[in-house]
C-alpha cells in the first residue's frame, strides 16, 4: 500500500484524484494549504506528494524549496494551470520529478503516478544487488541512497543521487545533457538540458572541496560532464 500527500485547494480534483488513486491501493493524505501540506510531509513518511502550484497561503515552487531544504526526498510531481515554458524549468529545477498542467487527463495524472512509483520500486530492488561505490573521499551506496564525503552524511534528492550514481558507476564516460536527460528524467523531458545543468551545479556545491576546480564531476568541453578517473591509481574506485 502506497501512501500519497495530496496537497490542492480545489475539493473537486482532490475528491476525483483520491477515487482513482484507491484503485491503485494508494491511501491518500489530502492538504488544501501549503503550510498543512508542508507540515504532513515533515512528520510523516509518503511514497509521493502531488502538489499543486497555486494555493492560498504559499506558492507550490517555494514549497517544494522547503520540503527539499529540509532533507525531504520524496518524488514531487507539480499540478499547475499555468502554461509557461518558465514554469515547468523552474518546478524542476527546484527538485519536483514531474510537472502536468491542468486541466489534465486524469489517466494521464494516474499514468504519471504509476512510472513514478514503479520507478521507486525498481531502484530499491536494483540497490539490493548494485554495490556501495567508493571513489576518494565519495562513498555512494544504492542500497540505502545515501551519500557520504569523508566521515559526513551529504543530503542530495532523489534525482541527484541518481545523476551522481550514474557517474561514478561509469568514471571517465562523458554524457551528453541529453543523454542524461534520458537516463535519469526520462524521453518526456528531452528540450529541458539546462535543468541538468541546475542539477550538476547543486551537486558539485555539496561534494566539491572547490566548486570551481571540481574534481570529481568534470567538465567535457562540447559534449557534457564526466565522472572523474583522473585521481591517481591508489586513490581510485574501490568497491566495497
Same mark, same amino acid.
Given at each position: 500500500?502506497? +501512501?500519497?500527500?495530496?496537497?490542492? %485547494?480545489?475539493? +473537486?480534483?482532490?475528491?476525483?484524484?483520491?477515487?482513482?488513486?484507491? %484503485?491503485?491501493?494508494?491511501?491518500?493524505?489530502?492538504?488544501?494549504?501549503? /503550510?498543512?501540506?508542508?507540515?504532513?510531509?515533515?512528520? +510523516?513518511?509518503?511514497?509521493?506528494?502531488?502538489?499543486?502550484? $497555486?494555493?492560498?497561503?504559499?506558492?507550490?515552487?517555494?514549497?517544494?524549496?522547503?520540503?527539499?531544504?529540509?532533507?525531504?526526498?520524496?518524488?514531487?510531481?507539480?499540478?499547475?494551470?499555468?502554461?509557461?515554458?518558465?514554469?515547468?524549468?523552474?518546478?524542476?529545477?527546484?527538485?519536483?520529478?514531474?510537472?502536468?498542467?491542468?486541466?489534465?487527463?486524469?489517466?494521464?495524472?494516474?499514468?504519471?503516478?504509476?512510472?513514478?512509483?514503479?520507478? $521507486?520500486?525498481?531502484?530499491?530492488?536494483?540497490?539490493?544487488?548494485?554495490?556501495?561505490?567508493?571513489?576518494?573521499?565519495?562513498?555512494?551506496?544504492?542500497?540505502?541512497?545515501?551519500?557520504?564525503?569523508?566521515?559526513?552524511?551529504?543530503?542530495? $534528492?532523489?534525482? /541527484?543521487? %541518481?545523476?551522481?550514481?550514474?557517474?561514478?558507476?561509469?568514471?571517465?564516460?562523458?554524457?551528453?545533457? %541529453?543523454?542524461?536527460?534520458?537516463?535519469?528524467?526520462?524521453?518526456?523531458?528531452?528540450?529541458?538540458?539546462?535543468?541538468? +545543468?541546475?542539477?550538476?551545479?547543486?551537486?558539485?556545491?555539496?561534494?566539491?572541496?572547490?566548486?570551481?576546480?571540481?574534481?570529481?564531476?568534470?567538465?567535457?568541453?562540447?559534449?557534457?560532464?564526466?565522472?572523474?578517473?583522473?585521481?591517481?591509481?591508489?586513490?581510485?574506485?574501490?568497491?566495497?
Amino acid at each position: 500500500m502506497k +501512501n500519497i500527500l495530496m496537497i490542492e %485547494d480545489d475539493p +473537486n480534483i482532490l475528491e476525483l484524484v483520491e477515487i482513482h488513486l484507491k %484503485d491503485f491501493h494508494c491511501t491518500t493524505t489530502m492538504a488544501s494549504t501549503g /503550510e498543512a501540506g508542508i507540515r504532513h510531509a515533515l512528520t +510523516n513518511a509518503f511514497d509521493l506528494i502531488l502538489l499543486d502550484i $497555486t494555493l492560498p497561503d504559499i506558492d507550490g515552487v517555494e514549497i517544494c524549496r522547503i520540503l527539499r531544504a529540509e532533507k525531504i526526498s520524496t518524488p514531487i510531481i507539480m499540478l499547475t494551470a499555468r502554461t509557461e515554458e518558465i514554469d515547468k524549468v523552474i518546478g524542476l529545477e527546484t527538485g519536483a520529478d514531474d510537472y502536468i498542467t491542468k486541466p489534465f487527463s486524469i489517466r494521464e495524472l494516474m499514468a504519471r503516478v504509476k512510472a513514478i512509483l514503479r520507478r $521507486t520500486e525498481i531502484s530499491k530492488h536494483a540497490g539490493d544487488v548494485q554495490e556501495k561505490i567508493t571513489f576518494y573521499e565519495l562513498t555512494v551506496d544504492p542500497q540505502k541512497r545515501k551519500v557520504l564525503l569523508g566521515n559526513n552524511k551529504i543530503e542530495v $534528492t532523489p534525482k /541527484e543521487f %541518481d545523476l551522481l550514481y550514474l557517474f561514478i558507476s561509469n568514471p571517465g564516460k562523458s554524457y551528453s545533457r %541529453d543523454n542524461l536527460l534520458t537516463l535519469v528524467w526520462g524521453y518526456e523531458f528531452k528540450g529541458y538540458e539546462h535543468t541538468v +545543468n541546475s542539477h550538476i551545479n547543486r551537486l558539485r556545491a555539496k561534494i566539491e572541496p572547490d566548486i570551481n576546480k571540481p574534481q570529481y564531476i568534470l567538465t567535457t568541453w562540447g559534449i557534457g560532464y564526466r565522472f572523474t578517473d583522473e585521481i591517481k591509481q591508489h586513490d581510485k574506485k574501490q568497491v566495497q
